[in-house]
């Protein structure tokens, strides 16, 4: 008699959040699911939308298994054995700034937007006070919450620190990117620290965005620069931002239209990354 064939199960047909998935097979998931995001944000946005266009997206971003099935690939990439998630940049950061040794000003208020995990700063505990958030919530401790739908009345000047990590880069429309980090800049104490961290390719190899142009960017919306890090191969680019002492000022409209619309910056075989503003 002949073998009976197992049938072979999806990479994202499982609910464990265990390194059994590949490194390979967790970055081609997530990547086909920004590609199929970014397609959906441009149908529904177009003055005439595919209805089979949109569906046929629709269909495989749940063929994949939805929203669940990234953050499951996700969460597998910051396990222990893959270097743990990006938030030990920013705690040694924190670190390095003298931060840890603030008994007297009391914890510093972190909001962490796209908290896969409830406990990312718990070895920080005595010193950060973290209100984990995402879109969909895996745990009663994380906050679910659309960052780009909080009431900015309520959250003015709230914050110490922001961390917006693999986050503005899985926004579809780079308007919404920009209207992100305006948010996050409202959000913020004076003196607040943003924490962005983005794959390396989304400034490194993209036709809109370089280094520079996002320093730039960053300094119209009232950011400084106090620490950067990424490497020449590597797979992550962070950067950590104060809130201007000025509070980002009143930009001139030309600076402003500067980045609401798309200029080019390199040319060849080019992602096509790019954060606007509103």
Known sequence: MPKTRKKKLPVTNTDRASSSSTPTSSRTVIRRFHVLLKKQGQLKNASSANA?????IEREIDELGGLAAYQRMSNVGQGNDRGGGSEKVLIQWLIDMGLRKREAKGKLRLLEVGALRPDNYRTCMSWIDTTPMDLRSR?????????????????????????LSLVVNFVPDPRDRGRMLRLAHSMLAPDGLLFLALPLPCVENSRYLTFDNLQSLMNVLGFTE???????????AYWLYRKSENDGGSPDRKSLDEYRKKNICRQGDRNNFAILLP
Request: glycine share 12%; hydrophobic share 35%; no cysteine.
């Open 226 to 236: 106090v620490e950067r890090k990424w490497k020449k191969g590597g797979k992550m």
């Open 52 to 56: 089979e266009a949109l569906g046929e």
């Open 139 to 163: 745990h009663p401790s994380i906050v679910e919450q659309d960052f780009l739908l909080m009431n900015g009345d309520e959250n003015r000047g709230k914050w110490d620190i922001i961390s």
